[in-house]
C-alpha cells in the first residue's frame, strides 16, 4: 500500500498518472469486479451473494496491491505500477468495510455474540453453537482493523507525521494482513459449509481460484526475496574480497 514513486527514477515519474486518476480507475475497478462476482452467482440468496460478491474483489484487491511490490523487483517494467500499491489496498479495505457491514446487518443482526459463534437457545441463554465461525469472524475482525490502520497510513500526510522508519515498519507488515486474510476466506470456502447434518450446498466456484490466487502471490514473494538476496551477496561479495585481500 505504501507509494515509493521516488525512487522509480525520471524516466517513469513522466508517465505516472495522477492521485485523482488513480482513485477513478481503481473504484470503477472496483465496482465492475464486485458486479462481476454478483453475477456469477446469481442463484444464490441475496445476503450471501452481495457479501461474498464483496468479499472476494476485497481479497482480489489487496492480493494486487500485494504483489505489485515482487513484480517490479522481478521486472522493471512494472515499477510503473508502484503508486497504484496505494489506491488498491485502500479500496480493498473499504470493500472489507462493506462486507463486514453486510455481515453486521444481514447475518448476525447486530447480535454481537451470534458474531463469535453463539446462538439464543429456547429456554433464553445464549450457548456455544459455532465455535470455527466465531473464530473466522475474529480473525476478520483482526484483520478488518489492521487494514483500517493501514489504509489510515497509506497517504503523504501520514507518511510526513509518522516518519519514514515507523511508516515503513507499518507498510511493510502487510503480509499479516494478507495471511489473516487468507486463513480467514480459506475457512469460509473449504471448512464452514461441511457439516454433516445440512444439505450440502453448492460447491463455490472460488475454491479453486483462491487456491492459485494464494499460490500465485507466494511465489512472487519468494522469487522476489530471492532475487533481493543474490544481488545483495553479489554486491557485498567483492567488499569481502577486497576486505580480506
Ligand atoms: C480485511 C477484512 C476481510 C476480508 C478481506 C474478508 C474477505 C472474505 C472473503 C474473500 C470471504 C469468502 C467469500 C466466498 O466464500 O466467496 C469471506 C467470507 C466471510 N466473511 Fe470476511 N473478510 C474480512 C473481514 C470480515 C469480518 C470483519 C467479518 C465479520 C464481521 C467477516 C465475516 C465473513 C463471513 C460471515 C463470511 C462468509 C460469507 C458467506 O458465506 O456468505 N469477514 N470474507
Redesign the pocket.
Known amino acids: 500500500m505504501s507509494d515509493a514513486t521516488s525512487n522509480t527514477g525520471g524516466f517513469f515519474r513522466r508517465f505516472t498518472i495522477g492521485w485523482k486518476t488513480r482513485h477513478l480507475v481503481t473504484l470503477l475497478i472496483a465496482v465492475l469486479g464486485t458486479y462481476a462476482f454478483l453475477e456469477s452467482r446469481a442463484q444464490w440468496s441475496e445476503?450471501?451473494r452481495w457479501?461474498?460478491a464483496v468479499?472476494?474483489m476485497?481479497?482480489v484487491m489487496?492480493a494486487v496491491s500485494m504483489v505489485i511490490g515482487p513484480l517490479s523487483r522481478l521486472m522493471p517494467r512494472f515499477r510503473l505500477a508502484i503508486p497504484w500499491r496505494r489506491e488498491f489496498g485502500i479500496y480493498?479495505?473499504i470493500?472489507?468495510a462493506i462486507?463486514?457491514t453486510i455481515?453486521?446487518v444481514g447475518?448476525v443482526q447486530w447480535d454481537f455474540l451470534r458474531?463469535f459463534g453463539y446462538e439464543l437457545h429456547p429456554s433464553g441463554v445464549y450457548v456455544m453453537f459455532q465455535q470455527g465461525?466465531g473464530l473466522?469472524?475474529i480473525i476478520?475482525?483482526i484483520?478488518?482493523l489492521?487494514?483500517i490502520v493501514l489504509a489510515l497510513s497509506s497517504s503523504n500526510w501520514s507518511q510526513r507525521m509518522l516518519g519514514g522508519p515507523v511508516w515503513k515498519f507499518l507498510q511493510q507488515s502487510a503480509y499479516v494482513?494478507w495471511m489473516?486474510?487468507v486463513v480467514?476466506?480459506a475457512y469460509?470456502?473449504y471448512i464452514?459449509?461441511q457439516d454433516f447434518h445440512r444439505p450440502t450446498p453448492e460447491p463455490?466456484w472460488?475454491q479453486i481460484p483462491?487456491a492459485i490466487l494464494v499460490g500465485v502471490v507466494v511465489v512472487l514473494q519468494l522469487a522476489a526475496f530471492l532475487k533481493t538476496w543474490k544481488s545483495r551477496r553479489n554486491r557485498a561479495a567483492p567488499d569481502q574480497v577486497s576486505a580480506t585481500g
Request: proline share 0%.
Open positions: 445476503m450471501h457479501n461474498r468479499g472476494d476485497s481479497l489487496v480493498g479495505v470493500l472489507a462486507h463486514t455481515i453486521l447475518w458474531l465461525f473466522a469472524n476478520g475482525i484483520a478488518m489492521y487494514g494482513l489473516l486474510i480467514h476466506t469460509f470456502l464452514h459449509f463455490n472460488a483462491f
